[in-house]
């Protein structure tokens, strides 16, 4: 069984960062690629970056702002996120492709908030 825990959620004010992270517990093989999403009220849920294969995928909307980081040793990803604005409210969510035992497949985190109001 593997799960994904996040932390590093809040609020901030307009114009200010905050770092996610997430870390895979359990009975994990390998980890291939691992990304943030996130879901605003009302809309479906979005990609916002992932990382694979050492290679990096940003959304338009927050490229130049956020910055994704994996720690392969650890089974940890992270997200660096500055000059946040009200549009970046939203539970952001961790996933990850894990390689457990023979079965690979991906899991979702519980989602942390991130309010971005003044």
């Known amino acids: 069984q593997v799960e994904l825990v996040e932390s590093g959620g809040g609020l901030v004010q307009p114009g200010g960062s905050l770092r996610l992270s997430c870390v895979a517990y359990?009975?994990?093989?390998?980890?291939?690629?691992m990304g943030w999403y996130r879901q605003a009220p009302g809309k479906q849920r979005e990609l916002v970056a992932t990382?694979?294969?050492?290679?990096?995928n940003y959304a338009d909307s927050v490229k130049g702002r956020f910055t994704i980081s994996r720690d392969n040793a650890m089974n940890t990803v992270s997200l660096q996120m500055n000059s946040l604005t009200p549009e970046d409210t939203a539970v952001y969510y961790c996933?990850?492709?894990?390689?457990?035992?023979?079965?690979?497949?991906?899991?979702w985190g519980q989602g942390t908030q991130v309010t971005v109001s003044s």
């Open positions: 996933n990850a492709d894990v390689k457990s035992g023979y079965l690979t497949r991906g899991y």
């Open positions: 359990g009975s994990v093989f390998s980890i291939y690629a």
């Open positions: 990382t694979s294969g050492g290679s990096t």
